[in-house]
């Protein structure tokens, strides 16, 4: 396995190398020329990309060796399920007041408070002390919350209210951003490599390198992001009350209702138009697999010796070649439909965890193969995240898109606290005898829900086989959606 990693991590970065140059041909840049010439633009986005990406590669830095950490303080498989469900359910309890926060605290202020409270996560796992674990898992759920809602929602406010950018070089930003976002995944597999296996400091060095990663993305928020606000005379972004206020509670009352009201609104939308349900359904299937796929991989793959942070970036490079395949396969020369590529990350993500039923028979451990169908999970993964988000954009009406969202990704987190206690309640291992019944099984039931998920995206355009509105422009003809499907 040591030799089997190191050679797919080299065979996949050149293959990214090549997939990235051919986009680059094939596709036009998405940025407009005058936002790419406007020197006050380019400024604003240094300004946000400087303190994002950081907080991104911190958050990089804490998955290759998550697991490793609670078996090298001696937890039992069952106990670390536990303490990766407190994660998951602390998302679902914290999701709803990441949106909620940065009106009431401020926007920037929220960031900073991630900051903490990631930087309080990192620490905690210093500790071979389980309840102090839990606390740190439930500080993790807060500040991914806040990482995946409060940075971007400060970079639009700015971007539309204060600078009065056109709306349309939004995407520029946030297509830079998750560019450098999948070197990022790569390069944090590889550093936490050499500190906890090449330097022999243990699992924990990686999260404590994310500290003064945190620290730096603080910094630069409270400085950088703080001297932006206070050139467009502005001290915060919470509105300001009229004088003779005696306090904030007005404020957090409007903050409250508003809140309410956007998940009333939300809930609305999804319930009213089926699209949007099935939708969610197949975001929900697909993605709470995905959470149980971060917690297997590691017991699957480690009792055969792999260097972790290189298999990490191996993984993370399949899901960088999947989303470049994307952007080739939508290109003008190929001009295949999103619909049409969500249909195959679907089918191919299937046929991985079908593979690893098999390739994790007890007694029988296949761990090239295990390793083999990860990847292919992960390049069906970078196929399907843009190809969601463009069905999002077209589904989902814009005001309420961050609302429908947040429900979205309700039934997703609780499917995969469910998973991961089902698994908690079988023997999980993965070594030989029965002990390694509970992840086969796991698999076999994350395949069920993934063709689950496949016959949601066929109804979705089943519903919608002549609604121009799932097509991007200047493709194929109008019936060939429905052609494909019928052959389906």
Known sequence: MLVTAYLAIIFLLALCVVLEHTARRLTPPQSAPTAVANPAFRRFQSIFLRAYLLALWADWLQGPYLYKLYRHYSFLESQIAILYVCGLASCVLFAPFSGWLPQVLGRRQTCLLFCVSYSACCLTKLSTDYFVLIVGRILGGLSTSLLTTTFESWYVHRHVEVHDFPKEWIPSTFTKAATWNHGLAV????VA??????LHLGPVAPFLLAVPCLACCGWVVLTDWGKEEAEEGLEGEKQKLPLGTPNTGVARLSARAR??????????????????MLLGGVQALFESVLYIFVFLWTPVLDPHGPPLGIVFSCLMAASMAGSLLYRLATSTRYRLQPGHVLCLAVLMAFFSLFMLTFSTTPGQPRPRESFLAFLLLELASGLYFPAVSFLHGRVIPEEKRQSVLAWFRLPLHLLACFGLLALHGETAGTGGGEEGNGTRHMFGGCA???LAAFMAVVSVFTLG???????????????????????D
């Open 465 to 487: 086989r002549n609604d121009t509105d799932l097509r991007l422009e200047g493709t194929r003809g109008e019936g060939e959606m429905e052609n494909i499907l019928n052959d």
């Open 187 to 190: 390069g944090a597999g590889l």
């Open 448 to 450: 069920v829900m993934m």
């Open 259 to 276: 809140f309410s009201r956007s998940c009333h609104d939300g809930l609305r939308c999804l319930l009213s138009d089926r699209r949007v």
């Open 193 to 198: 490599n050499l500190l906890a296996e090449w």
